[in-house]
């Protein structure tokens, strides 16, 4: 049996459900590990006059209290934009901002220590701004505006049969890993560090730290073996605790963990950035849109994080699945006083794709059109209509065959007949259906990201170790390389082995961002491992007297024609003829370029498709709902590991309806308050994402199937990404519980249903279409 496509369970899955997986937390601690905790802001904005941390050192269990001023360094974590200061020195820009570290003999002290932050110190209020709409108002922006454009939109709209205009608001998200904000510094010889950090991106982590210690990056070891989740919030804001728990083991020469509990962690870092869209859209009367005029405003937060490159990718997927022919985009990252927002799932290209489909939902109701008809009448197509705003060739445009596969397999014309007929009976329960596309583009923004390294190491009994570049955070990133590793080497699977993500082994990584996992490293380790092939063939083809691009690696044998070797003996064999067991690799990911400033180029490799049709129910007197049945049909290609795949297909559609429908983010208002800028919704009793009870509970009503389609690029075994562009999907669960709203006025008032679609949403929504279809 082939290793590769294979459906085999995750790597670590029986270590997860032993309880023996070890994460940061559980690694055990060296003698004399010392705790830190973080002193935060107790206002949203301000000048930082003073510091009484005298009060905080005499605190029982208090070895020290370090500040800004303590850094040899750069007291700065900015990933692109050095704005972002480790700890607060002149200023606080957010209330949670940390402003001191507290280093004590327990977690307890140190943060029974740090608790006293309020009282020691002493902060001129500033104005304080939570809204970014306000912010842009104001022009306050963590990085310039952006502009995308094709055509003239203006003249497009002004001349279009049909022209309106409209308003959406699209809440963030906490990323909500299980495993929290964490890392480890244990102080080597000669003024090195080992860094253990619950991270996406060990390389950053060893910049920010060495540039923090004034050390060189060979002087700092960041290592990683699993996350208990990331999502994008540990790929540029793990670098705070890793800098902090760095920064005291380095002075106090001993080991020192860093580990917030979950209030802290929501009130330290950013989330999914919120977006409000403003728009003014020209149509014809099959519902093609002409032309589209869109204003874009994220809450960036403080600083600017990752602010810049997500909203390139947001307005890089305003089109989604769609061909506008004519647009004019204007992205704007409003800064405010609230946590500096960063990558989550998507980074972007869900919040800039979803307008497009409320903008589209609002065009089929005004015409009176199914929604699905609208969608298909703007389909990207394959030899024409099929260049993005951004000026890429959509190649390999699968979106028609693979929706009408999904109408049909799921009934939806019957379907959209059986809910018109419940609802015509049914005063208070309101059904809704929708079917929404997902066109998504893979590689990271920024050209140079796109390149990973990998180490293979065969040994002498013929078992294997992998070193790569990314890191594993419960997605299958280690399970998929070694089943590539296992299958150039024509070996078992259970015979490789990924070891921990490794600063020291493979240096100057990539983030494990953008769904690139697999693609980047995948290729690097196959490339180390066909060297090794390579080296193997030359070493047995001269004693079969064979050519040795004939020699053959399957099934735990060596072959040519007739003859036959297991792969240990050779290996044994090469092991005494001084041949090299171990092997680099290197991939560079071809054909992207990208002008940053003009917003045009290729910056996808390729683009992963998929569809979903969801059903619900509305209680109109109450606004609560029910997913009913979900039928999705996704493309991740030749799929490496169908298992994983669906799985990964599953996670994304509930975290992304979690998003759209329950997990509300809500900041006390500036009103002078005790609390003003408080993130109130900073725990799991007031932040509700998604549990077991929110998808379907019939058998057979969460139906996820893998389209079958290998991807004509030369990705890893022609396989498909697949951890961010499922994550639209649930687009259709919106849409639907939209629709079902919209049955109460009888489909003759679009709904103004913002997101997350809560109850107290969805009745907004209910009251604003009964008082429109009355009037």
Not at 498 to 517: C, E, I, L, M, R
Request: overall charge negative; hydrophobic content about 45%.
């Amino acid at each position: 049996m082939s290793v590769v496509g294979t459906p085999r369970p995750h790597e670590s899955a029986h270590l997860h459900v032993a309880g023996a997986a070890p994460y940061i937390d559980d690694i055990a601690e060296v003698a004399g590990t010392l705790h830190a905790a973080l002193g935060l802001s107790p206002v949203a904005h301000g000048r930082l006059i003073a510091l009484d941390l005298d009060r905080v050192r005499a605190m029982p269990g208090v070895v020290a209290v370090l500040t800004a001023a303590d850094f040899p360094g750069t007291n700065d974590c900015g990933p692109i934009v050095h704005d972002d200061p480790i700890l607060a020195s002149d200023t606080v820009a957010w209330r949670g901002q940390p402003m001191f570290a507290v280093i004590a003999r327990s977690r307890g002290d140190a943060r029974r220590a740090a608790a006293l932050a309020a009282q020691v110190a002493t902060i001129e209020p500033l104005p304080a701004v939570l809204d970014p709409l306000e912010a842009h108002a104001l022009q306050q922006y963590v990085v310039p505006p952006m502009h995308l454009v094709r055509g003239d939109a203006a003249a497009a709209i002004a001349s279009a049969p049909h022209q309106f205009d409209g308003r959406f608001s699209l809440g963030g998200q906490e990323q909500f890993y299980l495993e929290g904000q964490i890392a480890y510094a244990i102080p080597q010889e000669n003024a090195g560090l080992l860094v253990h950090s619950s991270t996406q991106h060990p390389t950053e982590m060893q910049h920010v730290v060495a540039h923090a210690l004034g050390l060189a990056a060979h002087q700092v070891q960041v290592q990683c073996r699993r996350m208990g989740g990331g999502f994008g919030g540990k790929e540029s804001q793990s670098a705070l605790f890793a800098a902090v728990a760095a920064l005291a083991a380095h002075r106090l020469h001993c080991p020192v963990k860093l580990r917030p509990d979950r209030d802290d962690d929501f009130l330290i870092t950013g989330r999914r950035h919120g977006f409000e869209f403003r728009y003014r859209v020209g149509h014809d009367d099959s519902g093609r849109i002409l032309g589209a005029d869109m204003e874009m405003v994220s809450n960036g937060g403080a600083t600017a994080d990752l602010s810049a490159p997500v909203m390139t990718r947001a307005l890089c997927h305003f089109d989604n699945a769609y061909w506008l022919p004519h647009v004019d985009l204007r992205g704007y990252c409003a800064r405010t006083n609230t946590q500096s927002n960063t990558a989550f799932r998507g980074f972007g290209g869900p919040q800039g794709a979803l307008a497009v489909e409320v903008i589209l939902d609002s065009i089929a109701r005004r015409l009176g059109l199914d929604p699905l008809e609208v969608r298909r009448a703007n389909f990207y197509g394959t030899t024409e209509r099929n260049v993005t705003p951004y000026g890429q060739t959509v190649e390999d445009n699968i979106l028609a065959p693979l929706v009408t596969e999904l109408a049909d397999t799921a009934r939806y014309r019957q379907r959209r007949a059986e809910v018109a007929s419940f609802n015509a009976t049914s005063p208070v329960l309101k059904r809704g259906l929708a079917l929404t596309p997902v066109k998504f583009g893979i590689s990271f923004n920024v050209g140079h990201f796109n390149q990973a390294g990998a180490l293979v190491h065969v040994y002498t009994d013929g078992s294997v170790l992998v070193n790569h570049g990314g890191t594993e955070m419960g997605q299958g990133l280690n399970t998929k390389v070694a089943q590539v590793v296992a299958h150039e080497l024509g070996i078992a699977f259970e015979r490789v082995r990924v070891s921990a993500t490794d600063t020291h082994k493979v240096a100057n990584t990539s983030a494990t961002a953008a769904s690139t996992g697999t693609d980047l490293n995948g290729k690097a380790a196959q490339d180390a491992a066909r060297q090794i092939c390579t080296r193997l063939a030359q070493c047995i083809a001269p004693r079969w007297q064979v050519g040795a691009d004939t020699v053959r690696f399957r099934d735990g044998n060596v072959t040519s024609g007739a003859h036959a070797m297991p792969f240990t003996e050779l290996v044994a064999l090469a092991y005494t003829a001084r041949v090299q067991l171990w092997s680099d690799g290197f991939y560079a990911t071809p054909g992207l370029h990208w002008d940053r400033d003009r917003l045009q180029g290729k910056p996808f490799y390729y683009f992963a498709y998929g569809a979903a049709l969801s059903e619900v129910a509305v209680d109109t007197l109450t606004g609560e709902w029910r997913l009913l049945r979900v039928d999705a049909l996704h493309d991740v290609g030749a799929s490496l590991n169908p298992a994983v795949d669906i799985g990964q297909i599953e996670g994304a559609f509930v975290q992304g309806m979690g998003w759209l429908t329950t997990e509300e983010l809500r900041w006390q208002p500036m009103d002078g308050s005790r609390t003003a800028g408080l993130l109130l919704t900073h725990a799991p009793s007031t932040y509700k994402i998604p549990t077991a009870n929110d998808v379907p509970v019939a058998p057979g009503a969460f139906h996820v199937r893998l389209y079958d389609h290998r991807n004509p690029a030369d990705s890893i075994h022609r396989s498909k990404a697949v951890g961010e562009p499922p994550l639209l999907l649930p687009f259709s669960v919106f849409l639907a519980i939209r629709d079902a709203v919209s049955a109460v006025g009888g489909h003759q008032v679009d709904p103004p249903l913002r997101a997350p679609a809560t109850s107290e949403a969805i009745l907004d929504a209910i009251e604003a279409v009964q008082a429109a279809a009355a009037g």
